[in-house]
């Protein structure tokens, strides 16, 4: 686990960390999991670990047995287990659905679809009281405004 703040460096140690797990203890891609916060960080995370692979390979100094192993990586970089945190829940989730007794067909929510719902449903079942917009509106300006729904 890496914890620290921004521009410290963390996406740097990762890549370092996945090139060493894949040279030194001969790991398959697909064995790795990293997971992070953001959908961003996953993207730049997958694009530096290629970028990081695509350099060890142009280096001469690179073994032909290291070579074959980080072409093989390369190839592999679609299966990386590279997820946000809600991402890997939602994948283990339905990975492990009949075993758990869930529903097969799950999927993420966001709060603010889920929100406007009920604020729509509100709005249908309480037309008599003039001042619910006011009651109701929520104060994060990236939600419409009621009477806007």
């Not at 890997?88 to 007794?101: P, T």
Request: glycine share 2%; charged share 25%.
């Amino acid at each position: 686990m890496i914890e620290a703040s921004a521009g410290t460096g963390k996406t740097y140690t990762i890549t370092h960390l996945v090139l060493r797990y894949l040279l030194e203890l001969r790991l398959p891609i697909s064995r790795i999991l990293l997971v992070t916060f953001t959908d961003k960080a996953t993207s730049e995370l997958k694009a530096r670990i290629h970028q990081s692979i695509s350099s060890q390979l142009a280096d001469e100094q690179t073994s032909n047995e290291d070579q074959a192993l980080l072409q093989q990586a390369l190839r592999d970089l679609h299966l990386a287990s590279i997820h946000t945190i809600h991402g890997f829940c939602q994948r283990v989730l339905k990975e492990y659905a009949f075993e758990q007794g869930s529903v097969l067909d799950k999927s993420l929510v966001d709060d603010n679809t889920v929100f406007i719902k009920q604020l729509q449903f509100l709005k249908r079942t309480w037309p008599a009281i003039t001042d619910i917009a006011e009651k109701l509106q929520k104060t994060d300006k990236s939600m419409p405004k009621l009477d806007d729904l």
